[in-house]
């Protein structure tokens, strides 16, 4: 079975552009989740969504969006980007709602 | 309060010692618990799950779950310099948000 994969590795971008970042889910996961991982600390909710549906957000501003479509691969649009969202963000798949999570390599944002 | 908090690193053991890791959630109802291994620049990689009360040993790891005190340990017996990384303990809170520690970063000295 194939795995969760995120592109691209690498961005990046000057402050006040936008971002959209892609993910496709491991075989058979109907749930996707984004995080935000800044450096030494833990990865930080963003959202999931279970059958293209937001089923879930965690205490990130708007300009944080999502969208996850039929064949479950899933894109994170980041507005308006600020120095502070400079990160490595993750992408992790399940197959349920409550489910271990599964992540991808990740793409490290770097904000100019 | 954080939802899940770790007990503060950085962790250094010698070669085939035993490496001990805390973990404590805050007070609401949980049945999922994790432990997942992240080396240095990569992603987390998941390594324990327990949903009991109780010992649930997978080779070098063991995982502790104590409800009542709302705790959850990792050891890891016979540590190897391969284990060198940070450990992240992760629960569920509702069913959708799995949220993480800051988590604990272990060395394993040759």
């Known amino acids: 079975e194939t795995g969760v994969t995120q592109s691209p590795t690498h961005l990046i971008k000057t402050r006040g552009q936008q971002v959209t970042l892609r993910c496709s889910s491991q075989?058979?996961?109907?749930?996707v989740s984004w995080y935000q991982q800044a450096l030494g600390q833990g990865p930080q909710f963003i959202f999931q969504?279970?059958?293209?549906?937001?089923?879930g957000r965690g205490n990130f501003p708007p300009r944080f969006s999502g969208l996850q479509f039929p064949n479950y691969s899933s894109e994170l649009n980041v507005n308006a980007l600020e120095l502070d969202d400079s990160a490595l963000y993750l992408c992790?798949?399940?197959?349920?709602?409550?489910?271990?999570?599964?992540f991808g390599n990740g793409t490290r944002l770097t904000v100019t | 309060q954080k939802e899940v908090e770790q007990n503060s690193g950085p962790l250094s053991v010698p070669e085939g010692a035993i490496a001990s890791l805390n973990c404590t959630y805050s007070?609401?109802?949980?049945?999922?618990f994790f432990w997942y291994r992240q080396y240095s620049g990569k992603s987390p990689e998941l390594i324990m799950s327990?949903?009991?009360?109780g010992d649930k040993e997978d080779g070098r790891f063991t995982a502790q779950l104590n409800k009542a005190s709302q705790y959850v340990s990792l050891l890891i017996r016979d540590s190897q310099p391969s284990d060198s990384a940070t450990y992240l303990c992760?629960?569920?809170?509702?069913?959708?948000?799995?949220?993480f520690g800051a988590g604990t970063t272990v060395t394993v000295r040759a």
């Open positions: 992790a798949s399940s197959a349920d709602r409550d489910s271990p999570l599964h």
């Open positions: 075989s058979g996961h109907n749930t």
């Open positions: 969504y279970y059958r293209e549906e937001e089923n």
């Open positions: 007070d609401r109802v949980s049945q999922s």
């Open positions: 327990i949903y009991s009360n």
């Open positions: 992760a629960a569920y809170f509702n069913d959708y948000k799995l949220s």
